[in-house]
């Protein structure tokens, strides 16, 4: 079995070995505080374990909700915000075909997401596509108050049982949230809908390995073992006792540390491959919910290329010197497809006639690295074998064990989230919530100058 591989080679130049080596020592320690669970956000370490404790019982739960709801729906909407949506997105746009929704010969329901906005249009123009369609919903919020998520859900749930009828409906409708407290729970229970919890220690964006990432994948078709059992692997090869050369969430942790410290304040997750757009958006809320706080943290950004070398590529080029680069380097693709011969040859690309298309994909990355490093772009290469359900489950693990390293070398609590309150409080002044009168005046004053 291939495994995913780190390469620091294009860093080395870039950084101060004496930082790297009291980094190197810290990451070892935070390392170990979040086995022993003596780390700050402790209360909160639900996740470290998720792989190797999920059992078959829960899987074959989980499956067999997915198969009722591919069995009866054409459509499922998950209803989720965050962590309650990015990773499930991330792993099913990664190994669908690009095209999936658009082929007659589609097996099972199509996954849309909704929740994840307060898009009037958004939310109008899906209502209206599932008029007449039999859809189902995945409703998920741990806290089952957040807005964008309720709104959904009040729209579908109402719709859902208009066109289905009640007792259908409630076949249809699946509840992941809290196991208690929360509109969601409450719902879930009156309503009789079948319902998974997510845990009290597993926050949002730490949650991809709970129902809340497995329920809608395995509703799109893709196979949920195989993606634990790559997290198990990885849980296993990042595990405290791994030394640290050999135990790559170390050895990432405390590259990106080292560079921030060496003033690169962003790192850009790049791919060469469009499917994986949504495993860096859910790559930049996992770090950038962890790390951004008390006025410190790295900024996540991404790239998806070669699409965006024609649009960001001058700036990564020559830009500010403040960026470093993460590249997903897939070594083998799933399909095969040979650069078609031209009779006229005006674009003048014959030579490359019966080359595989991944060829000229693989030296338009190395070919982008090397620009980049020549740039002065440190440049971090994590390369995944294959774009499989393994191997994502192995990436997932091993973002989210750096993740919580990385963060303690930071010096910040990566389990919490303090500053996103801050809009929602805005809002919900401004919408004149009972409860939050007594700033909307002052805000409406802002707004208006
Ligand atoms: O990571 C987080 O905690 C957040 O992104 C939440 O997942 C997001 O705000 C959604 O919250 P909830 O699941 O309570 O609706």
């Not at 189902?136 to 208009?162: H, W």
């Not at 799109?220 to 997290?231: K, P, S």
């Not at 190395?366 to 290469?381: C, E, K, Q, S, Y």
Request: hydrophobic share 40%.
């Amino acid at each position: 079995m291939n495994h995913i591989k780190l390469d620091l080679s294009a860093v080395e130049q870039f950084l101060n070995q004496d930082a790297v080596k009291s980094l190197q020592a810290q990451s070892v320690v935070a390392r170990r505080s979040l086995e022993d669970g003596t780390c700050a956000g402790n209360d909160f370490l639900g996740w470290l374990h998720l792989p190797s404790s999920i059992t078959p019982e829960i899987l074959a739960d989980l499956q067999s909700t997915a198969d009722i709801l591919r069995q009866e729906c054409d459509t499922v909407v998950v209803a989720g915000i965050g962590g309650s949506y990015l990773g499930a997105r991330a792993v099913i746009e990664a190994l669908n075909d690009s095209f999936s929704w658009l082929r007659k010969e589609h097996n099972g329901p199509t996954v849309l997401f909704a929740g994840n906005n307060i898009s009037e249009d958004y939310l109008a123009e899906l209502t209206d596509l599932l008029k007449d369609q039999r859809f189902g919903v995945i409703n998920i919020s741990k806290s089952g108050t957040t807005t964008e998520t309720a709104l959904a859900f009040r729209l579908l749930k109402k719709q859902c049982e208009e066109q289905r009828g009640k007792e259908e409906a409630r076949r249809v409708i699946v509840a992941i949230t809290d196991a208690k407290r929360g509109a969601a729970r409450i719902t879930a229970d009156k309503e009789g809908y079948k319902s998974f919890v997510i845990p009290d220690n597993v926050g949002g964006r730490f949650s991809v390995l709970t129902p809340v990432g497995l329920l809608p994948i395995a509703v799109a078709g893709f196979d949920i073992a195989a993606l634990i059992q790559g997290a198990q692997e990885m849980e296993r090869a990042t595990a405290a006792d791994i030394p640290y050369e050999d135990n790559l969430a170390m050895r990432y942790a405390t590259t990106r540390n080292a560079l921030y410290l060496a003033g690169k304040k962003i790192e850009i997750m790049a791919n060469f491959q469009p499917k994986l757009h949504y495993i860096a958006e859910w790559w930049k809320q996992l770090y950038g919910e962890s790390e951004g706080k008390q006025g410190k943290g790295i900024f996540p950004a991404s790239v998806d290329l070669t699409t965006d070398l024609h649009s960001m590529g001058q700036w990564i080029q020559d830009g500010e010197r403040t960026i470093f680069e993460t590249v997903l380097s897939i070594e083998q693709p799933e399909k095969t497809l040979l650069f078609p011969h031209d009779e006229e040859n005006l674009d003048g690309l014959n030579f490359l006639e019966g080359r595989r298309v991944d060829q000229v994909n693989k030296m338009a990355e190395f070919g982008t690295r090397l620009a980049h490093i020549d740039g002065g772009v440190p440049n971090i290469r994590i390369i995944l074998p294959r774009l499989d359900a393994f191997t994502l489950g192995e990436l997932i693990y091993f973002f989210e064990i750096g993740c919580g390293i990385s963060g303690l070398l930071l010096g910040v609590n990566p389990f919490d989230q303090p500053g996103v309150e801050a809009y929602k409080k805005n809002m919900f002044a401004l919408l004149g919530k009972p409860g939050y009168e007594a700033d909307g005046e002052a805000l409406r004053k802002r707004i208006q100058a």
